[in-house]
């Protein structure tokens, strides 16, 4: 499992939530991020924050890890910020807690 991001398609960027810490702003900034979308659980709120509110924009998504929870919901949101970073010329860092999503 790779815990660096991973450009999956042009502008967008696919890591853990490691791979947005503070001790990787340089290579954030290497790879020119300006948003951050990260998911995490709401319980996880109390530890796992943006970093970077000055310097990057942020989309936060409480999304449960269970086999029920409605993702769906989260989807137009979520394409509207992609959209509207691409659009701009940004480039997107999409993070998540590592358990999520795997």
Not at 78 to 96: R, V
Request: glycine share 6%.
């Amino acid at each position: 499992m790779r815990r660096e991001m991973q450009e999956i398609l042009p502008g967008l960027f696919l890591g853990p939530y490691s791979s947005a810490m503070k001790s990787k702003l340089p290579i954030l900034q290497k790879h020119g991020i300006t948003h951050v979308i990260c998911i995490r659980q709401n319980i996880e709120a109390n530890f796992i924050k943006p970093n970077f509110q000055q310097l990057f924009r942020y989309l936060v998504l409480d999304i449960a890890d269970n086999p029920v929870e409605n993702i769906i919901r989260f989807f137009p949101m979520t394409k509207e910020f992609i959209d509207g970073s691409l659009q701009s010329g940004g480039k997107i860092g999409f993070t998540f807690f590592l358990h999520l999503l795997i």
